[in-house]
């Protein structure tokens, strides 16, 4: 008996051209930062370091503490706590910008707050990879609030990322229910389908479908939000 929806973000509740958008919110960070004596090429070269060092963490820091440590690799532990706060102001204010780059469906929220009113818990489980303010900049964006969700995973919270099956594992874990109790419900087959290894369910969104491995698709419950809304509704199987 399912007990707990957990919806990716980016491309599910809030479509997005995710390489688009992550090229675009990367030239603001570069942008603001040029004054600040970082060169634009290098510090986005820095940033992706990071993200790669947050995708192969296994759980005994934060996602937060391993991007800040390969930051401090780049430029140095006293640049990086001198300029700390900088970045946290940018992620607060200045990546409203990006909201640009995101499209808007009206489903998402009513797809989240239907989950709830049928009395599942309802979970946030996206890519750990930004920060708390930029987490919930991008919630807003897709029409939902931080209130709307049980949990919601950032990189100050959580020490795994997709497509690690310990990231679901560990969701399960937190909220006190066993995976196979869960849906996940994602749009990138490599990193939200993979939540059926540990025993979720997966329901694949496809209105901004990823699918870089071409992987047979057939095998997964999939189709838009009304679709859902219908599974969800009437209990169905998925």
């Known amino acids: 008996m399912l007990k707990a929806i957990l919806f990716d973000l980016d491309g599910t509740l809030l479509p997005m051209d995710q390489d688009e958008f992550t090229q675009e919110y990367l030239n603001l960070l570069a942008e603001k930062f040029s004054p600040y004596r970082y060169e634009p090429k290098k510090l986005i070269e820095t940033v992706w370091m990071g993200t790669a060092a947050m995708m192969r963490n296994n759980g005994k820091q934060s996602n937060e503490a391993v991007f800040w440590e390969k930051f401090s690799e780049v430029y140095g532990k006293e640049k990086m706590e001198q300029d700390r706060p900088l970045f946290d102001n940018f992620y607060a204010k200045d990546f409203e910008k990006a909201k640009k780059f995101c499209g808007y469906h009206v489903k998402s929220a009513e797809t989240v707050r239907t989950a709830k009113q049928l009395g599942y818990r309802v979970v946030l489980a996206t890519n750990p990879i930004f920060p708390q303010n930029a987490t919930v900049s991008r919630i807003r964006w897709a029409g939902l609030e931080p209130s709307d969700f049980e949990f919601i995973t950032t990189y100050e919270n959580t020490g795994y990322c997709k497509p690690n099956s310990e990231y ?13 109790e869960c849906l996940m419900v994602g749009n990138d087959v490599s990193e939200d389908m993979v939540a ?5 369910k997966v329901f694949l ?3 901004c479908l990823i699918n870089k491995e071409r992987c047979d698709i057939s095998v997964y419950p999939r189709g838009n939000f009304k679709q859902l809304i219908n599974i969800l509704k009437n209990k169905m199987s998925v």
């Open 205 to 207: 969104l496809t209105n």
């Open 168 to 180: 679901y594992r560990d969701i399960a874990e937190r909220l006190g229910v066993q995976p196979e």
């Open 196 to 200: 059926e290894t540990v025993g979720m």
